[in-house]
């Protein structure tokens, strides 16, 4: 199975810091994602990227960057962290669309509580 | 953009009775629809998808049904059971052309009571 660690389970960090969320997968795979989850909010897209050093802007990038220097790591940048930043942060894998069991389905780390102070 | 709505926000009912999740998107080009659920302190798990040229998939107690014309889709669990308890999350992406990350709807908490 394809296994998506996120580093931190919970952080807690201050208005102004720059803070890294480190996200790394163990299958390979080309297309990675952050999302963050809100309640009522569902998940919205922040950043992905379908290969190294490739990168797109999801839906809401403002005041985050990323930064895909191998394959398998993908890591979230807050460049000055704010309270409205305050989040769930989920990393995803997306598997190949032709590759069992899930052919193209993502595979999520456990997610990482960031509280800005 | 793509856009997805997803109702109700939550959802109770009792152990054994069947539970509906509707969804509906924005993109005609959109073509895959996966559902994920959330249990307690875990991320997202893709349990069932369906793609836009089959209008129904099957997977034991659980059921997802696409109305392409209508632009909804909609998630069907029978005979629920207490571990079915979790949010639901449907979302859709064009997996050919366009930006193919998955659109997320805004979740669904579902509660079996025993």
């Known amino acids: 199975d394809v296994k998506v660690t996120q580093s931190s389970r919970y952080l807690v960090k201050r208005t102004g810091e720059k803070v890294f969320l480190e996200c790394v997968q163990d299958?390979?795979?080309?297309?990675m994602f952050w999302y963050r989850q809100d309640p009522g909010l569902g998940l919205r897209l922040i950043y992905f990227?379908?290969?190294?050093?490739?990168?797109e802007k999801g839906d809401i990038p403002e005041g985050y960057s990323v930064s895909r220097e191998k394959k398998e790591r993908f890591s979230l940048i807050l460049e000055s962290a704010s309270t409205n930043q305050t989040s769930m942060y989920l990393c995803?894998?997306?598997?190949?669309?032709?590759?069992?069991?899930?052919?193209?389905?993502?595979?999520f780390g456990s997610g990482t509580r960031l509280t800005v102070v | 953009g793509e856009n997805v709505e997803q109702h109700p926000s939550t959802l109770s009912v009792q152990e054994g009775d069947s539970a509906v999740i509707k969804c509906t998107y924005s993109?005609?080009?959109?073509?895959?629809f996966p559902w994920y659920k959330q249990e307690l302190g875990k991320g997202p798990q893709l349990i069932i998808d369906?793609?836009?040229?089959?209008g129904e998939k099957k997977d034991q107690r659980i059921a997802v049904t696409l109305n392409k014309t209508a632009k909804h889709f909609s998630l069907h669990i029978t005979e629920t059971q207490p571990e079915d308890s979790a949010v639901y999350f449907c979302?859709?992406?064009?997996?050919?052309?366009?930006?193919?990350?998955?659109?997320f709807g805004s979740g669904t908490r579902l509660q079996v009571q025993p």
């Open positions: 369906i793609r836009s040229n089959v």
């Open positions: 299958m390979d795979h080309e297309n």
């Open positions: 995803a894998s997306k598997s190949p669309v032709d590759s069992p069991p899930s052919f193209g389905g993502y595979t």
């Open positions: 979302a859709a992406s064009n997996r050919l052309t366009g930006r193919r990350a998955l659109t």
């Open positions: 990227s379908y290969d190294v050093k490739m990168k």
């Open positions: 993109d005609s080009a959109s073509n895959y």
